[in-house]
C-alpha cells in the first residue's frame, strides 16, 4: 500500500518539525506500507514554486542523510497545492506533481465551491494533461450539500479524489469511504499525517480497520490505481 499524503519532510511546513520527528514518523509505518509520497504545504500567495522546490530538495537532502541505511518506505516528493483561483492558468504546477505521475494533489478551500472552480480543475488537464486529485475529500463532508454539483462535475470530467485514512475509523464514515471507493469516486488514501501526537501516520491502523469489516476489495482498488497513475 501507497500513503498518498503526509506532512513527514521536516522544517516545510505545519508538519515534521524536525528530522527526528521525521524518522519517528517514519518508523511508525509496517512494512505493508511500501511507499509514502511526501506532500507539503505549497500556498502562491507565500513563494514561488521554484522557492517551494528549492525548500523541498534541502529538506529532502536532511531526510535522505538521517535515513541512510534505515528501513523505511520508499519516499517520493510531491506537493499538497492550495486551489488557487487561475490555477488553470499556471503551466508551473507541472513541477509540483507527484513524482513519476502527472497527478497533483490539491487542496479546496473549505467555503463552498461551485462550479468554475471544478472547471478550472478540469481545465488543467485538458491544457497540461495534469490529473488533479482533490485532497481528503472527507473533510468536505464527502463532497455532498453545497458542493455536491461542484464535485460530481469534477468527478464526471476524470476527476481524481483522494480520502484520509481518519476517515476509515468510524464506522459510518467507514461505511461512506468504502461505498465510494467501489463506485469509483474515491481513488487513493493517504494519513494526511502531520506529527507524532494528534496527526500521526495511522495507515496501518486503517488497512487493519478495513480488513476487519471485510472490505479487502478496496484496498485492492486503492492499489491498482497507484499502479495505474504513477511509475514507481
Ligand atoms: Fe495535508
Known amino acids: 500500500m501507497v500513503d498518498f499524503h503526509s506532512h513527514i519532510l521536516p522544517g516545510m511546513d505545519d508538519g515534521s518539525k524536525s528530522e527526528k520527528e521525521s524518522i519517528d514518523m517514519l518508523g511508525e509505518y509496517s512494512d505493508r506500507i511500501t511507499d509514502v509520497f511526501l506532500t507539503p504545504h505549497f500556498y502562491p500567495d507565500r513563494e514561488s514554486p521554484n522557492e517551494f522546490l528549492k525548500r523541498r530538495e534541502k529538506s529532502a537532502e536532511v531526510l535522505r542523510n538521517a535515513i541512510e541505511g534505515k528501513n523505511v518506505p520508499v519516499l517520493h516528493l510531491g506537493a499538497e497545492v492550495g486551489y488557487y483561483e487561475?490555477?488553470?492558468?499556471?503551466?508551473?504546477?507541472?513541477?509540483?506533481?507527484?513524482?513519476?505521475?502527472?497527478?497533483?494533489?490539491?487542496?479546496?478551500?473549505?467555503?463552498?465551491?461551485?462550479?468554475?472552480?471544478?472547471?478550472?480543475?478540469?481545465?488543467?488537464?485538458?491544457?497540461?494533461?495534469?490529473?488533479?486529485?482533490?485532497?481528503?475529500?472527507?473533510?468536505?463532508?464527502?463532497?455532498?450539500?453545497?458542493?455536491?454539483?461542484?464535485?460530481?462535475?469534477?468527478?464526471?470530467?476524470?476527476?481524481?479524489?483522494?480520502?484520509?485514512?481518519?476517515?476509515?475509523?468510524?464506522?459510518?464514515?467507514?461505511?461512506?469511504?468504502?461505498?465510494?471507493?467501489?463506485?469509483?469516486?474515491?481513488?487513493?488514501i493517504g494519513s494526511d499525517a502531520h506529527n507524532m501526537l494528534m496527526r500521526k501516520p495511522n495507515l496501518d491502523i486503517a488497512i487493519d480497520k478495513l480488513i476487519k469489516a471485510k472490505s479487502e476489495d478496496v484496498?485492492?482498488?486503492?492499489?491498482?490505481?497507484v499502479n495505474k497513475y504513477i511509475n514507481r
Open 219 to 225: 484496498l485492492k482498488d486503492l492499489d491498482e490505481n
Open 86 to 188: 487561475g490555477i488553470h492558468n499556471s503551466e508551473e504546477m507541472e513541477k509540483l506533481v507527484i513524482s513519476g505521475s502527472r497527478l497533483l494533489l490539491v487542496e479546496m478551500p473549505f467555503r463552498d465551491w461551485n462550479l468554475r472552480m471544478a472547471d478550472e480543475l478540469i481545465e488543467l488537464n485538458r491544457r497540461f494533461g495534469i490529473r488533479p486529485v482533490m485532497a481528503h475529500i472527507d473533510r468536505y463532508n464527502f463532497g455532498k450539500g453545497p458542493n455536491k454539483k461542484a464535485f460530481q462535475h469534477f468527478l464526471n470530467n476524470r476527476g481524481l479524489v483522494q480520502v484520509n485514512a481518519e476517515a476509515v475509523m468510524s464506522m459510518l464514515s467507514r461505511m461512506k469511504v468504502v461505498s465510494m471507493i467501489r463506485k469509483g469516486e474515491i481513488h487513493f
